[in-house]
C-alpha cells in the first residue's frame, strides 16, 4: 500500500468508530474535500481534422488527441515518381541527407541533443510520391518542433562531407538489398518496374549504382527549387491544439526564404501514372522462387478505392508457418484454397499499393524452383475465381476485419500523423474513421465483381526471382488469366 492509501484507511476508521466525522455514506463525497471538475470534449471535435491553408499556399492539418507527446512533421509532394527530368535516385539522397547541418544548426548531432531537452525523436522517409520529415517530441516543445522542421526542410546546408558521407551510405544499401535473404525489398522494385515501365511511380525508389556520383549540390538545389514549395507541402500535427500548431506555421513557414533560392513550381513534372503490364525477372536466390502476379487495380479517389480494399483483405493469405486464428486471416482465400492445400508452398499473400492516381493489387507466392510452373497455374486460377460471386460469410469476415485493422492501426499517434498528413496532401482534406467504416460497410458482392471484371481486363505484370527455369512464359501466363478456368498451356516435351 501507499502511504495516502493508509492514511485513507485510517481515516475511515476514524469516521467509522464515531470519533472523528459522522458515520457516512461511502457514496457521499467526503466533508472538506473539494468537487472534482472533470474534463469534457464534444464528441465531434474530438475526432475532427482541422485544417487550414496559409496565404502562401502551406496547408496546416491538425488532429488533437490527448496525451503529453505530439507527433508533427511536414510532408512533400515529391517522391521518386518526379524524377523524370532528373537522374534517380535524388528522393533517396535527401532521405538520407534529412535533419543534417542547417543554417540554425551545426550538425546532426546538435538537433539531436535539441530535440532530446523535450524527449524527442526525428525520421525522414520517402516513397514513391512522398516526403516526410516527422519529429515525436513534448507538447511544450511545439515552437522549438515546428522551428527545426522548417530549418530541416527549407535551410539544409548540404556541405560536400555530408553528400560525401550520403553516396557510401547508399552505396551500402544497394549491396545489402541484394545480399539480404528477405527479397520484399527488391521485389517491390520489380513489381513497380514491371507494371509501369520507365514511368512515374516504375521509376527506381532505390539509387541506382550509375547515379550515385552523378548527384551534387547543385542538382539537389535544382530539384528541391521545384518541388519543395508551400504549395506541395502539409504541416501536419498530431496531439495538439490547432491555433497552436497555426501560429508556429506563420512563424516559422509563412515568409521564409529557402536555401536554394525562390520556388519555380512550373518545373513540376505532372505525369500521369501510364500502366504498361509486362514482365521483370531477375535470377538469383537459387533455393527459392519467389513469384509476383499483379494487376493495376484502382485510382484512389475513385469509387473503387474501398471494394479493391475490401478484396485484398478477402485473398488474405500469409506465411505456411503462421500460426493464429480468424484474426490472422486463417479463413481468407489464399490461405483455404492455396496454402491449406498445397503444403509445398512457403507463402501467398495479398496485398495493394496505393497512390494519388493509380494502385496496385498484388499476389505475392514462393515455392521450390521445380515447383514454379504449378505455383504460377495455382495464383493465375485464385485470379480468374475472383471475378465469381463472393459468398457472404466471407464478404462480412473481410469487412469486419478491414474495419477492425483499421481502427486499431489508429490508435497509434505516429499512424494518425502520416494518415492525416498524406489525405490532406492528396485531396485536401480527411475521411475520418468513421466515414470509412461506414463505406466499408456498405460495399457489396456486386461491387467486388465489378471491381474484379474491371481489373481482369487489362493485362497482367509479373515479377519473379530465383531459378526460373521452370517458369512459364508471360505469354502462356497472360493466356492463362484471359481463360475460364486460370489454366495454363499444356507443354510437351520430348526430353526432361
Known sequence: ??????????????????????????????????????????????????????????????????????????LVNSGSRHETKYPSGIAHFLEKLAFSSTAQYGSKDEILLTLEKHGGICDCQTSRDTTMYAVSAEVKGLDTVVSLLSDAVLQPRLLDEEIEMTRMAVRFELEDLSMRPDPEPLLTEMIHAAAYRGNTVGLPRFCPVESVEKIDKKLLHMYLQSYYCPERMVLAGVGIEHEQLVACARKYLLNVKPVWGASTPTNVDLSVAQYTGGIVRVSIFPFLDVLCIIYACFVLQEDDFIPFAVLNMMMGGG????AGGPGKGMFTRLYLNVLNRHHWMYNATSYHHSYEDTGLLCIHASADPRQVREMVEILTREFIQMAGTAGEMELERAKTQLKSMLMMNLESRPVIFEDVGRQVLATGKRKLPHELCYLISNVTAS?????????????????????????????HIQAALSSKDGHLPRMYRLFR
Open 1 to 74: 500500500f501507499t502511504t495516502a492509501t493508509w492514511f485513507g484507511i485510517a481515516a475511515y476508521r476514524k469516521c467509522s468508530s464515531g470519533s472523528g466525522y459522522p458515520n457516512i455514506s461511502l457514496s457521499a463525497p467526503l466533508p472538506g474535500i473539494p468537487k472534482p471538475v472533470f474534463a469534457a470534449v464534444d464528441s465531434h471535435e474530438q475526432c475532427e481534422t482541422k485544417i487550414t491553408t496559409l496565404e502562401n499556399g502551406l496547408k496546416v492539418a491538425s488532429q488533437n488527441k490527448f496525451g503529453q507527446f505530439c507527433t508533427v512533421g511536414i
Open 319 to 322: 506465411g505456411s508457418f503462421s
Open 447 to 475: 461491387d467486388i465483381k465489378r471491381v474484379t471484371t474491371k481489373m481482369l481486363c487489362s493485362k497482367p505484370a509479373v515479377a519473379a526471382l530465383g531459378d526460373l527455369t521452370e517458369m512459364p512464359s508471360y505469354e
